[in-house]
């Protein structure tokens, strides 16, 4: 069992970037295919980014590609959001989320992950 621990939120101006961070702890993340999703209120929660165990494969939803970039640091046991471009509709609830998962191409629906973090929150607003 791992445990998820989302940081790096806060308000930034729209155009601005921001790095997140999930810090991973119980046990080596090697195995786990790694997500990010999001939540704005009153929405639903969306798939954002994910990577796969080894780093080798990342996935995006359309809205994020090239905007946003996934990677992980299993050395560190560390997953990574790099958000740029922010514009206000990007303001949500982050989370991080794992599933023991050594297949190629990455999870990209929420109900297949294990894991998740109490999210962190992002405020893109001038």
């Known amino acids: 069992q791992i445990r998820l621990v989302e940081s790096g939120g806060g308000l930034v101006q729209p155009g601005g970037s921001m790095r997140l961070s999930c810090a991973a702890s119980?046990?080596?993340?090697?195995?786990?295919?790694m997500g990010w999703f999001r939540q704005a209120p009153g929405k639903e929660r969306e798939f954002v980014a994910a990577?796969?165990?080894?780093?080798?494969?990342?996935t995006y939803a359309d809205s994020f590609k090239g905007r946003f970039a996934i990677s992980r640091d299993n050395a560190k046991s560390a997953v990574y959001l790099q958000m740029t471009s922010l514009q206000p509709e990007d303001t949500a609830v982050y989370y991080c989320?794992?599933?023991?998962?050594?297949?190629?191409?990455?999870?990209?629906?929420?109900?297949?992950?294990?894991?998740w973090g109490q999210g962190t929150q992002v405020t893109v607003s001038s």
């Open positions: 989320a794992g599933r023991l998962s050594v297949q190629r191409d990455p999870h990209r629906v929420a109900g297949e992950y294990d894991y």
């Open positions: 119980g046990r080596p993340i090697t195995y786990y295919c």
């Open positions: 990577i796969s165990f080894n780093g080798e494969n990342m």
